[in-house]
């Protein structure tokens, strides 16, 4: 009897510590491995239902630093999905300088990318240029999110505007 019940309690620990991980865990957007959620491309948090983008969709306001454009100014980004990609961003950017066309963009984690994008802008002194523009950011800690522009025009070359932006 005795040879029973220890039988019975060795098959129960065997199959106890088989016990499947993943069974109660809903990984929406994602794979479980282990009780944890790997996520697709686009998706975070623990159960992988944020698309990554959401966090920067919105309007943000802030200076923009940039040099070779006559200095800081207030700027306005506003940023919208784009239906297009799970990735996917739109960026306007209402700067006092320059009026520019939309700009596509993407979301990898904290980290988004401008896609760089010949445009013709008019600028003071000079009048009309075609330019590349292309740029980065980051969503910070804090909530704000760090912006970087760069702006390549032929014959003059490269220059930078950064600055930080809040969520209005």
């Known amino acids: 009897m005795k040879k029973i019940y220890a039988l019975a309690i060795f098959l129960f620990l065997i199959a106890s510590s088989c016990k499947d991980p ?3 865990v809903n990984c929406n957007n994602g794979t479980c491995l282990e ?3 790997l996520c697709d491309d686009g998706y975070e948090g623990v159960n992988c239902d944020q698309l990554e983008r959401d966090k920067f969709v919105g309007s943000w306001t802030g200076p923009l630093d940039c040099p070779a454009l006559g200095g800081g100014n207030e700027a306005t980004i506003i ?10 961003l739109l960026f306007e950017l209402d700067f006092d300088l320059l009026d520019l066309d939309p700009l596509e963009g993407t979301v990898s984690g904290d980290i988004f990318f401008i896609s760089s994008t010949a445009q013709t802008i008019s600028l003071p002194q000079i009048g009309d240029v075609e330019v590349n523009i292309g740029g980065d950011g980051a969503f910070n800690d804090d909530g704000t999110v760090s912006v970087n522009i760069i702006f390549t025009v032929p014959l003059l070359g490269t220059s930078e505007c950064t600055g930080i932006m809040t969520k209005n």
Not at 79 to 88: F, L, Q, R
């Open 79 to 88: 940023v919208t999905e784009d239906p297009s990609a799970n990735n996917g």
């Open 22 to 24: 993943c069974k109660e």
């Open 35 to 37: 009780g944890t959620c």
